[in-house]
Structure formats: structure tokens, C-alpha cells
């Protein structure tokens, strides 16, 4: 467990495009939405080394006021993207998503910081970034799904309340599928990576259940919230 994690050449890593090509073509010929694949894939690539600059500079820093700021950046963003399956309310609907993903997502992230890991100082940017961003990207999947869902059923002329049960139900799907999937089926990226970086697998798996409990949390808790903020919207809309 002494092993240093490996590095990969650049000519390696274009290896690993190779699988995507094959889907963009599938695509081209398929369903003609290459073209949005490709734009994902262009944006993946842009933001992720923009973002590896960033945190190495981010990492190096000992402002809380950078890394709140930071942490404002991927909230916001987070509350807007998340209502993407309903964009022509996507305006009226962000201030809701913007408190129900602050409430769910940033009460998970001061506990587990704060509480779990009792970090020192408590913006230590190597652990409250990543863990900012698993918490907060959960939480704007599960907003999401659960927009999308509400919208569906109001549309079907269910009532609020069960289609508000159903939408809550159907935002938890991806999460509750990857608690039972956990160890099984799939050895989650975070535990991946630390025992490729030399830690061992059993102290990567207690890092792993606190990941999963906290995403499992600031989703279900996020989604519970905005389905509660939103109801007046839904039923103005539907009366």
C-alpha cells in the first residue's frame, strides 16, 4: 500500500477517447444528436482542466474567503442547471432550487466537514472542495429529476400531493440504485481513487459510507424541499 498513484501521459489518456468516438458515430447514424454529445464532451474536457488549474492554486490557498466564494459559484450554477428539465420555468423556479439545494446540500456539508471530519481550519479546501461538489452535484440531480417528474405528473392531471409523493420517489432512483450497487456491482470513484493513491480499502470504505450517506441525505433532503417550496407554482398552474 506504499505505491504512488500513477501518472497518465497524455497519449494514454487520448486512448480513453476512443470508446466516445465509437458512441459520437452510433449517434451520427442513430439519432443524428452527435452533436450534442460532442458538446458535452468538448465542455467535459474545457472544464476539467480548467478546473485542475483552479484547485491546485485553490489547494495552495488559505482564504476562506476564496473558498466560500468558490462554493457560492457551484451553488448558484448547480440550482440553475438542475432545472434544465423545465426550463420554461427555469427563472421563476431557480429561487426555490437555489434554497432547497442550500438547505439539503449546505446543512450535509457542514456536518460532515464540521462534524465527521472536524476539519482544521474548517475550509481546508482539499477535503471541503471535493466534498462540496459531490454534495452539491447530488443535490441539483436529484432537484432535477424531481422538477421533471412533478411537471409530468401535474400534467397528467394527478393531484399535487401523489405527484409530489412520485416525484420524490423518482429523484432518489439513481441514488438508492447506487446504495444497493455499492461493493457489489461497483467500487465508487472516491474509494477508487484513494486506494489507487496507496490508502487501505478499509479506510477508504469508511470514507466511502460517509460519502454515501451524505449524498443519499442532501438529495433526498434537497428534493423533499423543493417539491414543498414549489407547490403554490404547481397548483396556481394546474387550478
Keep these: 500500500m506504499s505505491k504512488s498513484i500513477q501518472v497518465i501521459p497524455v497519449f494514454n489518456l487520448a486512448l480513453a477517447f476512443l470508446p466516445v468516438f465509437i458512441v459520437?458515430?452510433?449517434?451520427?447514424?442513430?439519432?443524428?444528436?452527435?452533436?450534442?454529445?460532442?458538446?458535452?464532451?468538448?465542455?467535459?474536457?474545457?472544464?476539467?482542466?480548467?478546473?485542475?488549474?483552479?484547485?491546485?492554486?485553490?489547494?495552495?490557498?488559505?482564504?476562506?474567503?476564496?473558498?466560500?466564494?468558490?462554493?457560492?459559484?457551484?451553488?448558484?450554477?448547480?440550482?440553475?442547471?438542475?432545472?434544465?428539465?423545465?426550463?420554461?420555468?427555469?427563472?421563476s423556479l431557480y429561487p426555490k432550487a437555489l434554497l432547497a439545494i442550500i438547505v439539503g446540500g449546505g446543512t450535509t456539508l457542514v456536518l460532515v466537514t464540521q462534524g465527521v471530519l472536524n476539519l482544521t481550519p474548517w475550509y481546508w479546501p482539499n477535503y471541503f472542495i471535493p466534498l462540496a461538489g459531490m454534495i452539491f452535484a447530488n443535490a441539483m440531480n436529484s432537484v432535477s429529476l424531481a422538477a421533471d417528474r412533478l411537471e409530468a405528473e401535474i400534467g397528467r392531471e394527478v393531484s399535487f400531493d401523489k405527484a409530489r409523493n412520485i416525484a420524490f420517489r423518482a429523484s432518489l432512483i439513481p441514488i438508492t440504485n447506487s446504495l444497493f450497487a455499492v461493493g457489489l456491482v461497483s467500487i465508487p470513484g472516491m474509494m477508487t481513487g484513494q486506494i489507487l493513491s496507496g490508502i487501505s480499502p478499509l479506510i477508504a470504505a469508511r470514507y466511502q459510507i460517509m460519502v454515501m450517506c451524505m449524498v443519499f441525505g442532501a438529495a433526498g433532503i434537497s428534493s423533499a424541499c423543493f417539491l414543498a417550496l414549489v407547490k403554490r407554482d404547481f397548483v396556481k398552474e394546474h387550478n
Excluded: C, P
Design 24 to 91: 459520437l458515430v452510433i449517434q451520427y447514424f442513430w439519432s443524428r444528436e452527435h452533436r450534442n454529445g460532442i458538446y458535452g464532451v468538448s465542455r467535459m474536457l474545457v472544464q476539467l482542466l480548467m478546473i485542475g488549474y483552479f484547485l491546485n492554486y485553490l489547494f495552495d490557498t488559505d482564504s476562506a474567503g476564496i473558498v466560500l466564494a468558490f462554493l457560492a459559484i457551484m451553488v448558484f450554477a448547480a440550482s440553475w442547471i438542475g432545472l434544465r428539465t423545465v426550463r420554461h420555468k427555469q427563472l
